[in-house]
């Protein structure tokens, strides 16, 4: 199902900003904007974004990029506005990357939150926030509703990711309650498909990559550890119904499918017709067993609810990389007939 069929037609908002605009959740919500008329200003650093992923929307009526760093100074003053919608997704959220980046990730989360919370707030716009199912960490109550707390470890590698998100939570929290913000929390688990990075790290990519070139696949431990993907139109969807219902409250987004993680690689192999083998390896620290959102708020308040099956997205995704990796050859190809050719030897 392309996000075109699914074009929003009720969207409140004459202008938004999107950070972290140029990552692979962040330009499908620009996208889906701009598909229902509203202006986009689209602000990243490209840290872990890539103007790749926006490069159809550029000279599109509307649409605006913004290069910057949500943490620094000058940042804000680049958002000109006036805004009406500022969601705040600016943040690494690979695993992969916030072990490779952990101070721009508390950064992102502490200072990016505080920043485009005061851009809301000068405009009077509607914030909300991309938390995540990190905020449950290794969780003890399943599937996870938003009332509880979590089981997070505050100091292991994952926690630079966690604790941040969980603080811009308490930042939200705090100008909901202190300034009267209007202002909301959308919680994000497993979201999957077209536009992630091959070499993210997370396990979709990672598997459908794998097995498209005939690589092992990489299942950690011994992949009974479980996940709920769910596939990026749904995600996006949700995203706005969260941000449209003015909720201050959090609301959880996820897959209601729960699989384990060997199931996701025997699936890939399965679609793709690869013949690759499975390598088990080592299981990162920290890393949660099992993960399903309670989703009944989201179904009860937005009337939400996934609506693409996860082979069908699983689907969509091999395509998306297959024609990829085509291109990419093609491109090599290319690259190799036009190098010169050296000279004989004798
Ligand atoms: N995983 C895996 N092999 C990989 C990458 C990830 O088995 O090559 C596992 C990882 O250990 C975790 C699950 O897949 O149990 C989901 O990891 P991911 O990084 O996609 O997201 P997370 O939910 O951990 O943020």
Same mark, same amino acid.
């Given at each position: 199902? !392309?996000?075109?069929?699914?074009?929003?037609?009720? /969207?409140?908002?004459?202008?938004?900003?999107?950070?972290?605009?140029?990552?692979?959740?962040?330009?499908?919500?620009?996208? !889906?904007?701009?598909?229902?008329?509203?202006?986009?200003?689209?602000?990243?650093?490209?840290?872990?974004?890539?103007?790749?992923?926006?490069?159809?929307?550029?000279?599109?009526?509307?649409?605006?990029?913004?290069?910057?760093?949500?943490?620094?100074?000058?940042?804000?003053?680049?958002?000109?506005?006036?805004?009406?919608?500022?969601?705040?997704? /600016?943040?690494?959220?690979?695993?992969?990357?916030?072990?490779?980046?952990?101070?721009?990730?508390?950064?992102?989360?502490?200072?990016?939150?505080?920043?485009?919370?005061?851009?809301?707030?000068?405009?009077?716009?509607?914030?909300?926030?991309? $938390?995540? $199912?990190?905020?449950?960490?290794?969780?003890?109550?399943?599937?996870?509703?938003?009332?509880?707390?979590?089981?997070?470890?505050?100091?292991?590698?994952?926690?630079?990711?966690?604790?941040?998100?969980?603080?811009?939570?308490?930042?939200?929290?705090?100008?909901?309650? /202190?300034?009267?913000?209007? /202002?909301?929390?959308?919680?994000?688990?497993?979201?999957?498909?077209?536009?992630?990075?091959?070499?993210?790290?997370?396990?979709?990519?990672?598997?459908?990559?794998?097995?498209?070139?005939?690589?092992?696949?990489?299942?950690?431990?011994?992949?009974?550890?479980?996940?709920?993907?769910?596939?990026?139109?749904?995600?996006?969807?949700?995203?706005?119904?969260?941000?449209?219902?003015?909720?201050?409250?959090?609301?959880?987004?996820?897959?209601?499918?729960?699989?384990?993680?060997?199931?996701?690689?025997?699936?890939?192999?399965?679609?793709?017709? !690869? $013949?690759?083998?499975?390598?088990?390896?080592?299981?990162?620290?920290?890393?949660?067993?099992?993960?399903?959102?309670?989703?009944?708020?989201?179904?009860?308040?937005?009337?939400?609810?996934?609506?693409?099956?996860?082979?069908?997205?699983?689907?969509?995704?091999?395509?998306?990389?297959?024609?990829?990796?085509?291109?990419?050859?093609?491109?090599?190809?290319?690259?190799?007939?036009?190098?010169?050719?050296?000279?004989?030897?004798?």
């Amino acid at each position: 199902m !392309s996000r075109t069929s699914r074009k929003n037609s009720w /969207a409140p908002w004459r202008r938004a900003a999107v950070t972290g605009g140029a990552g692979f959740l962040g330009s499908h919500l620009c996208e !889906s904007l701009l598909h229902s008329g509203v202006e986009v200003d689209c602000v990243d650093n490209l840290l872990s974004g890539s103007r790749r992923n926006i490069a159809h929307l550029a000279g599109r009526p509307g649409f605006r990029f913004v290069e910057c760093d949500v943490c620094a100074p000058g940042c804000a003053d680049a958002l000109t506005g006036p805004y009406d919608l500022v969601l705040h997704f /600016a943040c690494c959220a690979s695993p992969v990357d916030y072990l490779r980046l952990p101070l721009e990730t508390l950064d992102a989360g502490s200072l990016g939150t505080r920043a485009l919370l005061a851009v809301a707030e000068r405009d009077g716009a509607r914030f909300l926030l991309a $938390s995540t $199912s990190e905020v449950y960490g290794d969780p003890l109550v399943h599937p996870q509703p938003e009332d509880y707390w979590g089981n997070v470890n505050p100091i292991g590698p994952r926690s630079v990711y966690d604790e941040s998100k969980r603080f811009a939570e308490a930042l939200v929290s705090a100008h909901v309650r /202190a300034r009267g913000a209007d /202002a909301g929390i959308v919680r994000l688990f497993n979201t999957y498909g077209p536009r992630m990075r091959a070499h993210d790290g997370r396990v979709v990519p990672t598997f459908i990559c794998q097995a498209l070139a005939g690589k092992p696949l990489t299942v950690a431990g011994d992949g009974s550890q479980t996940r709920s993907l769910c596939y990026v139109d749904d995600t996006v969807d949700g995203i706005l119904l969260v941000a449209a219902s003015g909720a201050a409250h959090p609301v959880n987004i996820g897959g209601t499918d729960e699989v384990a993680v060997a199931d996701i690689a025997r699936r890939v192999l399965e679609l793709t017709g !690869s $013949s690759s083998s499975v390598e088990f390896i080592e299981r990162p620290t920290d890393d949660p067993q099992r993960r399903r959102p309670d989703t009944r708020l989201a179904r009860e308040l937005l009337g939400w609810a996934p609506q693409v099956p996860w082979e069908e997205g699983i689907k969509q995704t091999i395509a998306y990389f297959a024609a990829a990796q085509t291109a990419q050859a093609a491109q090599t190809a290319h690259a190799a007939q036009k190098s010169p050719q050296p000279l004989p030897q004798n």
